[in-house]
Every structure is written in structure tokens, then in C-alpha cells.
């Protein structure tokens, strides 16, 4: 790759699987826990200077929002214009509930 990182890197850690994260959210929703997550991307949702994704690894499913302001500008790009659906990612983040009421991770690095 042109940037010298490894677009398939051979491994990268997590701390928790996506079933584990929401469950630790649920218990102590006032307790903020950094979490480094990884899925498949199964929706994506851009909204100009964030995004919406859904990944799924083999516990659950989880809402992501990656806002460019968080992230940084470059990583932000590479994430507009080279991941898509059925791409493989590594976040970390912490949770909150959205207006909506969904628990989403709010992603601090891809």
C-alpha cells in the first residue's frame, strides 16, 4: 500500500467481542470503557461528516458513528473511500445511546 500500512494485517487485537461489549454497557451504563472492536461492515450511512455502520463479528451486531472531527481527516477519507460493505475493520471507541436508542459505539480510531 502506498501509505506503508497493511491493509490485512496479520492479527490485530481486540478487547472484547461485540456481545461482550454491549452486555458490559448494559450492566454499567454510567461507567465510560474504552473498547477496541472488530466485524464486518454490514451498513454504512454517510451523513456528510459521519458515517453510520452496522459490523457483525460472531457474537452480535453493533451501530458504529465516525464523526471526521474524532477520527482525523485521513483516516476519515480512507474510511469514505476504500472501506465498503463486507470489509473487514478494527474500531476503538466508547459506547452511548443515541437519540434513537441504540447502543453505538463512538469511534475514536479505524
Known amino acids: 500500500m502506498d501509505e ?3 491493509p490485512w494485517p496479520s ?7 461485540n456481545a461482550q461489549a454491549l452486555g458490559a454497557f448494559k450492566q454499567a451504563p454510567s461507567i465510560t470503557y474504552t473498547f477496541q472492536l472488530a466485524g464486518r461492515i454490514l451498513t454504512r450511512r454517510d451523513h456528510g ?3 453510520f455502520c452496522n459490523i457483525m463479528d460472531r457474537s452480535a451486531t453493533i451501530q458504529l458513528y465516525i464523526k471526521k472531527d474524532v477520527v482525523g481527516e485521513g483516516a476519515f477519507e480512507q474510511f469514505k473511500h476504500t472501506i465498503d460493505c463486507g470489509d473487514i475493520v478494527w474500531v476503538e471507541g466508547t ?3 443515541t437519540k434513537m436508542g441504540e447502543t453505538t459505539l463512538n469511534v475514536q480510531k479505524i
Open 11 to 17: 492479527y490485530k487485537p481486540t478487547s472484547h467481542t
Open 49 to 51: 461528516k459521519s458515517f
Open 95 to 97: 459506547l452511548f445511546v
Open 4 to 6: 506503508g500500512k497493511s
